[in-house]
């Protein structure tokens, strides 16, 4: 069975420090990964999804990049966290016409 | 595109009652449709999922939603609540020709009262 693994579940982080989300997952390949971001009473936004391996593509601009080192890893980074980067972020794959697996996420508070 | 609409952000029912969460969606084709839930700070988990199959879709724990495509709606219901079903609820609409990506909608957090 497949699994998606993601950590840390929680991290708190100055502001200006850099960033590095990982998530993996287990028994598929080549599946589509997402990273999504859920804002405190808001709804899941879209970060960036990946079709393959160095296959990124962003959906919104903004401080944050996403690379895909290995068919199943999936790194979400930033350089310099802003308090705006504050949030809940879950990573996501699917296959084409399946629907979504999603990781038990991570809540990232930047002071 | 695609798009979501939950069109209450918050409902609260008493324990025993029937629990309607409803959504309504935009898509320019046949769309694939879910509805997740959310329990604080978790991951989400699928309750279940429309793919133009039958349109009453049965899903875990009591839950069922129907597809009603003259209203562009697929509302979620389970005919008596459980103190167990408090979380927050998302409807998802799915663009399988293009890449798979999932739209969310906003969110209708469950109250259920004793």
């Known amino acids: 069975s497949q699994t998606i693994h993601q950590w840390p579940a929680t991290l708190v982080q100055p502001v200006g420090s850099p960033l590095s989300l990982e998530c993996t997952v287990e028994g598929t390949s080549n599946p589509n990964l997402y990273w999504y971001r859920q804002a405190a009473g808001r709804g899941l936004q879209l970060l960036f999804y990946s079709v393959g391996i160095g296959q990124i593509s962003s959906e919104v601009p903004q401080n944050l990049s996403a690379s895909r080192p290995q068919d199943r890893q999936f790194i979400l980074s930033s350089k310099k966290l802003l308090l705006s980067d504050s949030g809940f972020y879950l990573c996501a794959w699917s296959r084409q016409h399946t629907e979504a697996f999603f990781g038990q996420g991570t809540r990232l508070t930047v002071v | 595109a695609q798009s979501v609409t939950q069109l209450d952000s918050h409902v609260s029912v008493s324990e025993g009652t029937p629990v309607l969460l409803r959504c309504n969606y935009s898509?320019?084709?046949?769309?694939?449709l879910f509805w997740y839930v959310q329990h604080p700070n978790k991951g989400l988990q699928l309750l279940l999922k429309?793919?133009?199959?039958?349109?009453l879709v049965k899903g875990i724990n009591g839950f069922e939603a129907e597809f009603k495509k003259s209203e562009t709606s697929f509302h979620l219901t389970k005919p008596s609540a459980h103190m167990s079903d408090a979380a927050e609820y998302f409807c998802v609409v799915s663009d399988p020709d293009n890449f798979n990506k999932f739209y969310f909608g906003s969110g209708t957090k469950l109250n259920v009262k004793p």
């Open positions: 429309y793919t133009s199959a039958a349109t």
């Open positions: 898509s320019s084709y046949s769309p694939s």
